[in-house]
């Protein structure tokens, strides 16, 4: 059975698998933020001149959170 419903339902539970994991990264991600941002805080309120780089890195973990949940779009090979 290797006709074009076959090479759809391949590239259908292609999409699906990777949405899913899109979903789980972008839930990870949203996980960690919530259980460090204590510490974040207490580290920019520190006497120590480094709350910038702790400020970067929490708008850079939100662009990725971002980029992955606005993905949407998949890639496969249609040569299988």
Known sequence: ???P???AT???QIAVVENYLCIAAAALLIYEEVITLGDEV???RSPRKL???FLLNRLNTFALTASLILAGQTSYDSSR
């Open 5 to 7: 419903i076959a090479e």
């Open 10 to 12: 391949y590239i259908l």
């Open 1 to 3: 059975m290797s006709g």
């Open 51 to 53: 709350g910038w780089l």
């Open 42 to 44: 207490a580290h920019i």
